[in-house]
């Protein structure tokens, strides 16, 4: 026991500062970075550039976030990775960068769970992932990130939940659980889409198996992007669910 006292004592304090500073490159490498252009770049991107997009994330006059699963065969083509974490966590419309920039003035609606002050409980449901996303879901409960000091908490029962976290895309299967789970929440309740697939259905967009995305089964109040968004990412999105905006809008950088 000793010894372990003696280790604990000699490593320090090791769990991370975000929130109050920004993440470090350790918590959101350069891979998991939102694509970025140039102005006038997009436009001119030809129809074999774009289609190097396995989720056609790219348009001749948008880069949608929502889709994009940072595979980065665009990195080569004019465009290049973001700096910060706002540029992949928020509503719909706030993944839309035209012209491959984040939105001068993105909707910031007010946080849904306000009220709840610093106890804010979370459900994970995954209704048809890669597992990927749970991963990074599950862990913020490591000492690293150690979501429990900001007033949040895993909770096993959606009846005792504040906020659905939601992976994967919807199967035929898991249609009806995924509504019933958010029904069972009492209120004040929230959503929220993690990764691409819950987004938008990720490179499973389309197949004739799945019902995606998310938000055609229950309203959904916050997205975070990626192929997996980093925990980071993700412990902003429930930051912002409960108390809102984190830091400062993205910027763009070559």
């Known amino acids: 026991m000793t010894s372990w006292i003696r280790h604990a004592y000699s490593k320090g304090i090791v769990t991370t500062s975000f929130p109050d ?6 918590e959101l490498p350069s891979g998991t970075c939102a694509p970025g252009a140039s102005p006038g770049v997009l436009s001119r991107l030809t129809a074999d550039v774009r289609s190097l997009c396995p989720t056609e994330a790219i348009t001749t006059t948008e880069v949608d976030q929502g889709k994009c699963v940072r595979c980065a065969r665009c990195l080569h083509h004019g465009l290049f990775g973001s700096a910060g974490t706002s540029g992949t966590v928020g509503v719909r419309d706030a993944l839309h960068w ?3 920039h984040p939105p001068a003035d993105p909707p910031r609606p007010d946080p849904p ?5 610093r106890s804010v409980h979370v459900f994970l449901i995954d209704v048809g992932s890669c597992q990927g996303c749970n991963l990074e879901v599950l862990g913020l409960s490591n000492p690293y990130y150690d979501l429990n000091r900001l007033g949040l908490f895993f909770t096993n029962s959606p009846r005792h939940a504040d906020v659905l976290v939601v992976v994967g895309v919807p199967t035929p299967a898991m249609v009806e659980p995924l509504r019933r789970t958010f029904e069972a929440m009492p209120s004040p309740k929230a959503v ?11 490179v499973f967009a389309g197949a004739p198996a799945l019902r995606s995305p998310v938000s055609r089964v229950i309203p959904v109040d916050l997205y975070v992007a990626g192929c997996p968004p980093p925990p980071v990412a993700i412990l902003e999105g429930l930051i912002r669910l409960a108390r809102g905006p984190v830091g400062a809008p993205a910027e763009v950088r070559p």
Do not use: E, H, N, Q
Not at 113 to 117: G, P
Not at 192 to 202: E, K
């Open 21 to 26: 500073t920004p993440p470090t490159p350790d």
């Open 192 to 202: 929220l889409a993690v990764g691409a697939c819950a987004i938008d259905g990720g």
């Open 98 to 100: 035209p012209d491959g």
């Open 113 to 117: 769970l306000a009220t709840l002050a």
